[in-house]
């Protein structure tokens, strides 16, 4: 990022290769269609670009580009709460092998059992398991305290547990 920041156009590219995968792979499982994840990754690096210049050295870069995809998100989810889109009919995918389906429905039910917890347990769990980041690093995302972030991960794992348990088991 400093390269980047000194003119190093070839550095940008870099960051692109580095990042963007994680992030659409991320923005997949937040938003509703894989266009959707596309262009919010698109304007994460657009939003990187245009704030190069307040990127501080000594700073990790991940959070910080974490911090803008994130609030990039909430965005997406409040114009979509002011004026909800059908979705367009598309082909309905090909039946996956057993192991796959086994595997999407644990997912779906994973995916069941974080939309119910609160936005902020929500975020916290995550950004901690899902992209790895250490609990200082998701309260510097969040632009919260280090206390505000490890209750909402104690809280938001307690009550997935929990959740988990309840929710019925996939189907043979």
């Known amino acids: 990022m400093v ?71 909430r965005q997406h989810f409040r114009r979509l709460r002011r004026r909800p889109e059908a979705p367009l009919d598309e082909d309905p995918p090909a039946s996956p092998p057993r192991d796959r389906v086994a595997a999407a429905q644990t997912a779906a039910r994973l995916r069941a059992a974080l939309a119910v917890l609160p936005e902020g347990q929500r975020e916290v769990i995550t950004l901690h398991w899902f992209e790895g980041l250490s609990f200082p690093e998701v309260a510097e995302v969040l632009g919260l305290g280090l206390s505000a972030v490890k209750v909402r991960a104690h809280r938001g794992y307690l009550a997935l547990r929990e959740l988990l348990a309840d929710l019925p088991p996939p189907s043979a």
């Open 3 to 73: 390269a980047y920041v000194g003119g190093d156009e070839e550095a940008f590219r870099e960051l692109f290769l580095r990042y963007a995968p994680r992030l659409l792979a991320m923005m997949r499982r937040q938003v509703r269609g894989p266009d959707d994840a596309a262009e919010l990754v698109q304007q994460t690096f657009l939003q990187l670009h245009r704030a190069r210049l307040d990127f501080e050295p000594g700073r990790a870069l991940r959070p910080w580009l974490l911090t803008i995809a994130f609030n990039l998100r």
